[in-house]
């Protein structure tokens, strides 16, 4: 696997220690293997240099909360053609691949992307223990995505949590979503939000939003907004 300028590859004996979550999702319950601490993961030397070079923090290493109710929304949907075959699904940044699972349990056959290429590494772990055979994974870099690079749909859980990230991601929109096609994305309503929405607004596509909550096994209630981003056919 060629690597593109802004991909990272943490060293495996950094992510030596895994645990492995049992996340119920509607009728389902995922086993979702990841590293046993993200803190854990600041102290690697590959990951402090990613840092110094491009504020790279290893946020794929842990399930948030708006890739759970992401995958929850996503368990109601039928991502399969009219004529049965399987759509297409891209998911983006998908750290350990909960919402492309969930896509997957559906229909979908799914593209899981990340820049981190170990957390790839756990995606094909995950989709295979959750007994999936139909995907694919890709080192991608939102900021720089193929040309030839075009999907019906596209899952973005928890993407936004920096103002940084909303241009490159509105330009990947533009480039790789068909027409007609739909993005869902999730997000904990964190202040970069507001300017998410005023970007979207300006646009000529169709938004539909609906709040949703997770509660934590702690029983803390995290909340959160789903977007469902339909571009004009």
């Not at 854990?40 to 948030?64: C, G, H, K, R, S």
């Given at each position: 696997?060629s690597?593109?300028?802004?991909?990272?590859?943490?060293?495996?004996q950094?992510?030596?220690q895994?645990i492995v979550?049992r996340i119920?999702i509607g009728?389902?319950?995922?086993?979702?293997?990841?590293p046993?601490?993200?803190?854990?993961?600041l102290?690697?030397?590959?990951v402090q240099?990613?840092?110094?070079?491009?504020e790279?923090m290893?946020?794929w290493?842990?399930?948030?909360?708006?890739?759970?109710?992401l995958?929850?929304?996503?368990?109601?949907?039928?991502?399969?053609n009219?004529d049965?075959t399987?759509?297409s699904?891209?998911?983006?940044?998908?750290?350990?691949?909960?919402?492309g699972?969930?896509?997957?349990a559906r229909?979908?056959?799914?593209?899981?992307?990340?820049y981190?290429?170990?957390?790839?590494?756990?995606?094909?772990?995950?989709?295979?223990?959750n007994?999936?055979?139909r995907f694919?994974t890709m080192?991608?870099?939102?900021?720089?995505?193929?040309?030839?690079?075009?999907v019906?749909v596209?899952?973005?859980?928890?993407?936004?949590y920096?103002?940084r990230?909303?241009a490159?991601?509105?330009?990947?929109?533009?480039?790789?979503l068909?027409p007609?096609?739909?993005?869902?994305?999730?997000?904990?309503?964190r202040?970069?939000?507001e300017q998410f929405?005023q970007?979207?607004?300006r646009?000529?596509?169709?938004?539909?939003t609906?709040?949703?909550?997770?509660?934590?096994?702690?029983?803390?209630i995290?909340s959160?907004?789903?977007?469902?981003?339909?571009?004009?056919v």
């Amino acid at each position: 696997m060629s690597l593109q300028p802004h991909l990272i590859r943490t060293p495996e004996q950094a992510v030596a220690q895994r645990i492995v979550h049992r996340i119920p999702i509607g009728e389902r319950t995922f086993e979702v293997e990841a590293p046993h601490s993200m803190d854990a993961l600041l102290d690697d030397p590959t990951v402090q240099q990613a840092f110094a070079i491009d504020e790279y923090m290893p946020y794929w290493a842990d399930i948030w909360p708006a890739s759970r109710f992401l995958a929850e929304r996503l368990m109601q949907e039928d991502f399969t053609n009219p004529d049965g075959t399987p759509q297409s699904v891209l998911e983006l940044g998908c750290g350990l691949g909960l919402a492309g699972l969930a896509a997957l349990a559906r229909g979908a056959n799914v593209l899981f992307t990340d820049y981190e290429v170990t957390a790839l590494q756990f995606v094909e772990a995950n989709a295979r223990r959750n007994g999936f055979e139909r995907f694919q994974t890709m080192a991608l870099d939102w900021r720089t995505p193929p040309a030839d690079l075009r999907v019906p749909v596209i899952l973005a859980a928890d993407l936004i949590y920096e103002r940084r990230n909303i241009a490159p991601l509105l330009a990947l929109l533009e480039q790789v979503l068909l027409p007609g096609g739909v993005c869902w994305l999730s997000d904990l309503d964190r202040p970069p939000a507001e300017q998410f929405r005023q970007a979207i607004a300006r646009t000529t596509w169709q938004i539909t939003t609906s709040a949703h909550q997770w509660q934590a096994a702690d029983g803390r209630i995290r909340s959160g907004t789903i977007y469902r981003i339909q571009f004009p056919v």
